[in-house]
């Protein structure tokens, strides 16, 4: 997991093992202002699974007829982390004041497309475990 400053969004390309399978999931969690809502940010998260036909990452953006599967719905894990923000503190940052809020109340939930329930509480449990990291405050 890897996250980018310039378009506040971590990448994340996670290998998981379940039931002696494993499950490769690529994608990316956006860090966005709540549509309409003060004091509050959200995560929107979106992993896929590569398709079986996929023998490599360009595979995943092209088919026979290139517009057919636009939309269509993929095969992992998706979420919405909505963190409501408070106490909000004045922080020094190089010379810079930066607001920041000090608490965060992270709430979500996490579905998972043809990808086993093991696995999808597992990366829960772990976005529970590196809450500081990742919500922050």
Request: proline share 4%; charged share 20%.
């Amino acid at each position: 997991m890897v996250f980018a400053y310039q378009t506040e969004s971590w990448f994340l390309d996670l290998k998981a093992t379940c039931a002696e399978k494993e499950y490769v999931l690529k994608g990316n969690m956006p860090w966005t202002d709540s549509p309409g809502v003060d004091a509050q940010t959200q995560y929107d998260l979106t992993l896929t699974l590569p398709s079986t036909g996929a023998t490599s990452d360009d595979a995943l953006f092209a088919t026979a007829d290139a517009n057919s599967d636009l939309f269509a719905a993929a095969d992992g894990i998706t979420a919405q982390i909505i963190m409501k923000e408070s106490k909000h503190v004045t922080i020094d940052i190089d010379g810079v004041l930066t607001e920041t809020p000090s608490q965060v109340d992270a709430s979500g939930q996490f579905v998972g497309t043809n990808v086993p329930v093991e696995v999808v509480r597992s990366l829960a449990t772990l976005f529970g475990l590196l809450s500081s990291n990742l919500f922050g405050a």
